[in-house]
């Protein structure tokens, strides 16, 4: 769909040449205003991406416009012209709502690279609100929130070992939803009426771990007054779960065991055994394999375990699902809350997706909490939650290209090689470009589309420049 810019100013040739210059340079649609109250007649109308407007102008201002915009109208990406060294006006715009200001008289170039910036963060707010109206629909399974290739992977591993009785071991790092798999293997079987019962191993000491699942007799151990049920009997013919099964010690490993292999339990203080019928679905974070090679796991356990084994990936390898899982969250922690629905800011949503999220979904379940209690508006900006505006940094052994598709990984290195070869043209050349394209044998046309792709500005690498539109 093409963008749609309103230019606000009162100098019809101002708005003249805008439309035309901008229309073919960002393959956009551009109406025009030359009074702010006709620019709130236009947008009671219709939808625009973008507001160009110009701060002083007969009757209302610009300034007043644009506090209207922010109340009635506060998805749309204003940015403001104003005069040169106007800069206080300019900042009272920024505080105001403003995405952007540009002083007059602007270079052509610059004025395009700020609206190029404005219409992306417009897409980003808009594909953003629709994620947030249709993830969990779309992209929700069984409250699991993703749409990569790996998470259909797991998707279709659920489906398929939910139509078996067998046991399930659901690997992944801490924080990537292994209770939400085993919860949602259990309701999609024909347990699913039955009970399921979470037992998260580490957190149990080992001493009462073993009469808490499998139960006690009366006067087995000190204390223990009458019998009790373990958690196998609680489960009855539902599903156990057993979190974090790594951590449990090799005594406890043998009893469960034989829970595997004969069906059956023996509380504490009973002289026999007691068949149960409950499906039992583990989780680690763990690795096993050298667990077993350093004799703190027992490898017929493990095998007994492993018989289908579901891996979940970390988010950081599925990095096109952080922004559905974040707009999930914020949905679902604002009505938990009693707040009124808050979005994520184009750049949060991007500080987010490139982050390395050592605690996965966990841990931005946990930002999500603090931008919603901690932003003043309805937009969670990255300094509500703490974040800086630099990438943190990569984890040991990861890669720049770590969890990215092929494509991402080539455009990656592709702005990382503009970047640095075309700014030290521009540096050479003192800014010019004419002469920067002379020397690498490019267009001059050709190598301002790269430069607007990119982001890369001439006037970065100027000490003066000129100015070539005026008022």
């Known amino acids: 769909m093409t963008d749609k810019i309103l230019v606000v100013d009162d100098e019809l040739d101002m708005l003249n040449l805008l439309k035309r210059s901008l229309e073919p340079e960002l393959d956009c649609f551009v109406d025009t205003a030359a009074t702010a109250e006709e620019a709130l007649k236009l947008l009671n109308y219709g939808w625009y991406d973008l507001v160009l407007a110009d701060i002083k102008m007969p009757g209302m201002g610009g300034l007043e416009l644009l506090r209207i915009m922010r109340d009635e109208y506060p998805e ?49 707010k808009k594909e953003n609100l629709r994620l947030q109206r249709n993830c969990s629909s779309d992209y929700l399974f069984e409250n699991l929130v993703g749409k990569s290739r790996k998470m259909k992977q797991v998707y279709e591993s659920i489906q398929m070992v939910a139509k078996t009785d067998m046991t399930v071991l659901v690997r992944g790092e801490s924080g990537t939803g292994k209770e939400l ?36 007799k009366k006067g087995a151990f000190t204390n223990a ?36 292999q004969e069906k059956e339990i023996k509380p504490l203080g009973a002289s026999k055994a007691v068949r149960v019928d ?16 350093q004799s703190q796991f027992r490898e017929d356990f493990f095998y007994r375990l492993n018989v289908l084994p579901i891996n979940l990936p970390p988010l950081r390898e599925r990095r096109e699902d952080i922004p559905l899982i974040a ?10 809350l ?26 931005m379940e946990n930002i999500i909490i603090q931008g919603i209690l901690y932003a003043p508006d309805e937009e969670i900006k990255p300094r509500n939650v703490g974040f800086t505006e630099e ?81």
């Open 76 to 124: 749309t990406t204003v940015i403001m012209m104003t005069a040169y060294g106007d800069i206080d006006t300019a900042v009272e715009a920024m505080k105001s709502g403003a995405y952007d200001f540009i002083t007059k008289p602007f270079e052509h170039d610059s004025l395009i690279f700020r609206l190029e910036k404005g219409l992306e963060r417009s897409r980003l």
């Open 181 to 216: 798999v085993a919860k949602a293997i259990h309701d999609l079987s024909e347990r699913k009426d039955k009970p399921f019962v979470a037992v998260n191993c580490p957190t149990v000491p080992e001493n009462i771990l073993e009469s808490e699942l499998f139960g006690y």
């Open 338 to 363: 009693d707040k009124p629905l808050k979005t994520l800011s184009p750049r949060l949503l991007e500080l987010m997706t490139n982050r390395t999220w050592e605690g996965n979904v966990r841990e």
């Open 391 to 471: 990438r943190p940094p990569l984890s040991e052994g990861e890669s720049d290209y770590q969890g990215l598709l092929y494509k991402e990984a080539k455009e990656q290195n592709l702005k990382h090689f503009n970047t640095t070869y075309i700014g030290k043209l521009l540096q050479d050349n003192q800014g010019n470009v004419t002469r920067a394209a002379q020397q690498c044998g490019l267009e001059r046309q050709a190598l301002q589309q790269i430069m607007r792709r990119y982001g890369i500005k001439a006037e970065d690498f100027r000490s003066n420049f000129f100015n070539h539109i005026s008022k």
């Open 327 to 336: 707009n999930h969250l914020l949905e679902k922690h604002c009505a938990q």
């Open 278 to 293: 409950v499906r039992v679905i583990a989780s680690t974070n763990q690795d096993l394999e050298e667990k077993i090679k």
């Open 225 to 260: 007054f009458g019998d009790k049920k373990g958690l196998f009997q609680e489960a009855g013919t539902g599903t156990i779960f057993l979190d974090e099964i790594g951590d449990i010690s090799p005594s406890i490993q043998t009893k469960l065991l034989r829970v595997l």
